[in-house]
T-cell receptor
Framework: DSGVTQTPKHLITATGQRVTLRCSPR?????VYWYQQSLDQGLQFLIQYYNGEERAKGNILERFSAQQFPDLHSELNLSSLELGDSALYFC?????????????FGQGTRLTVV | GENVEQHPSTLSVQEGDSAVIKCTYS??????FPWYKQELGKRPQLIID?????GEKKDQRIAVTLNKTAKHFSLHITETQPEDSAVYFC???????????FGTGTRLTVIP
């Protein structure tokens, strides 16, 4: 158990809908990262938050947004869902946003868009 | 931005043999290179990492080498066991765990 908790584990929804994925980082970790893992691709970095503020952005679609709350949990919002958004979404956390630190991954949320 | 390429995409070895997975990166500023193991349906787990001030690092049957000049790094697994079967991802970053750029993964199968 990495200490990073993601909910829900599975999510099935229809095209055009909106969903929210939730992540609770390890105790003491201030940084949260979101990654997308599709079947035909590796892990794609989406976005990073550190202590409530956005720190880095990767290949995140405009239909997707995220935030980190004062209690440090984070939510990833996916809207106007398309079939191609079906993927495993991982959250990871680390202690700091810079320097010698490693990321610990949650178990992921499997999103299926039908 | 950083581009990480990983080869091979699939690798089958006999139990007891060695396995080598190679990655190249494009950004010379990258200084942190972790390797993750992902078993089917599970989360990626860090197995070893190396920083740019080190050329080689070993942990029991696993070793990683880094060639900064050539911008490539490799994972070596010796005396492979069936439980080593998984997908392995390399990654690179200019700053610790921040904004890790992952390779596309190598599916390793260890044949008993």
């Amino acid at each position: 158990d990495s200490g990073v908790t993601q909910t829900p584990k599975h999510l099935i929804t229809a095209t055009g809908q909106r969903v929210t994925l939730r992540c609770s980082p390890r105790s003491g970790d201030l940084s949260v990262y979101w990654y997308q893992q599709s079947l035909d691709q590796g892990l794609q970095f989406l976005i990073q938050y550190y202590n409530g503020e956005e720190r880095a952005k990767g290949n995140i679609l405009e239909r997707f947004s995220a935030q980190q709350f004062p209690d440090l949990h984070s939510e990833l919002n996916l809207s106007s869902l398309e079939l191609g958004d079906s993927a495993l979404y991982f959250c990871a956390s680390s202690v700091a946003f810079a320097g010698d630190t490693e990321a610990f991954f949650g178990q992921g949320t499997r999103l299926t868009v039908v | 931005g950083e581009n990480v390429e990983q080869h091979p995409s699939t690798l089958s070895v006999q139990e007891g043999d060695s396995a080598v997975i190679k990655c190249t990166y494009s950004d010379s500023a990258s200084n942190y290179f972790p390797w993750y193991k992902q078993e089917l349906g599970k989360r990626p787990q860090l197995i070893i990492d190396i920083r740019s001030n080190v050329g080689e690092k070993k942990d029991q049957r696993i070793a990683v080498t880094l060639n900064k000049t050539a911008k490539h790094f490799s994972l070596h697994i010796t005396e492979t066991q069936p439980e080593d079967s998984a997908v392995y991802f390399c990654a690179a970053s200019i700053n610790g765990a921040n904004n890790l750029f992952f390779g596309t993964g190598t599916r390793l199968t260890v044949i008993p």
